[in-house]
Nanobody, 123 residues
Framework: VQLQASGGGSVQAGGSLRLSCVASGSTFSINAIGWFRQAPGKQREMVAVISSGGSTNYAHSVKGRFTISRDNAKNTVYLEIDNLRPEDTAAYYC??????????????????WGQGTQVTVSS
């Protein structure tokens, strides 16, 4: 499985971005795709995840501002980010997992990772 993340950029606070993650290869083995972010000096954290059945979960810090969705025909998962804040500045990664469980927030659950796309929010 290969993942290609894109859509990052530099925006002002209050702006919006849509990140995309395109999956290729043995996509039948994927049961969940998550978006994670990592700011300099901080641990990687899950922000949103979507299962193959369409179930979603979000980190508390992004609920109401981040929306994860998928287009199965395009093997693409999107992360819509609204009302961006400076603290959202980070490298954003998409990742794929063979299962979907209560441990969806753990990076160790995910076998495949994209290369990351940078989001920078200025105040």
């Amino acid at each position: 499985v290969q993942l290609q993340a894109s859509g990052g950029g530099s925006v002002q606070a209050g702006g919006s971005l849509r990140l995309s993650c395109v999956a290729s290869g043995s996509t039948f083995s994927i049961n969940a795709i998550g978006w994670f972010r990592q700011a300099p000096g901080k641990q990687r954290e899950m922000v949103a995840v979507i299962s193959s059945g369409g179930s979603t979960n979000y980190a508390h810090s992004v609920k109401g501002r981040f929306t994860i969705s998928r287009d199965n025909a395009k093997n693409t998962v999107y992360l819509e980010i609204d009302n961006l804040r400076p603290e959202d500045t980070a490298a954003y990664y998409c990742a794929a997992a063979p299962g979907y469980s209560a441990s969806y927030y753990l990076p160790t659950l995910y076998n495949y990772w994209g290369q990351g796309t940078q989001v920078t929010v200025s105040s």
